[in-house]
């Protein structure tokens, strides 16, 4: 199970080791979107249409460990990580992921795509602490500033055009 608890409705994370962020944005209505969102939300889409790549972009599954590769000028930035849970319902769809040794920082993060009636949301919950890698730690402040604008496009990648 994840520590961001994806089959949960409601989330409430021990305060500790992380720094907690969790945010919910509308992205659109109807059953159409829902089943374009769920697919794209399950293929990487929201990481992707937020300047990511992913390697390999298979569709999302439990146990996978894709490179999440992050083109910063003539350079990328590798980061390893782990799926560690898949969610797929008739109202819920959604992932979770966990950081592996190398990534620039540490933690959890999870993406859920919920319909409410025909209104569909996008939920996403953080759990981060600094790398284990001393040259990212030194970053660390950096690297959250970053996170805040990368958090930004994700609520915004899947939204109804």
């Known amino acids: 199970m994840s520590l961001t608890r994806i089959s949960e409705k409601l989330w409430n994370p021990e305060l500790g080791r992380y720094r907690v962020w969790q945010r919910q944005a509308y992205l659109g209505s109807g059953e ?3 089943g374009q969102a769920a697919v794209a939300l ?25 490179q999440i590769i992050v083109p910063v000028g ?3 930035i590798h980061e390893p990580v782990e799926v560690v849970e898949v969610l797929e319902r008739s109202d819920v769809v959604g992932f979770a ?12 993060e999870a ?3 919920r319909r409410l009636g025909s209104s569909v949301f996008l939920e996403i919950r953080s759990l981060t602490a600094a790398s284990d890698r ?15 604008l990368t958090r930004w496009r994700y609520l915004r990648a899947l939204r109804q055009r």
Do not use: C, M, N
């Open 134 to 148: 001393r040259a990212w730690r030194l970053v660390f402040w950096l690297l959250l500033g970053a996170q805040k």
């Open 111 to 113: 993406f859920i795509l």
């Open 97 to 108: 992921y966990r950081t592996l040794p190398g990534h620039p920082v540490s933690g959890e």
């Open 42 to 66: 399950l293929r990487w889409e929201v990481k992707t249409r937020s300047g990511f790549r992913i390697s390999p972009q298979d569709k999302v599954r439990s146990g996978a460990k894709p």
């Open 74 to 76: 003539q350079v990328s």
């Open 32 to 34: 159409a979107f829902w």
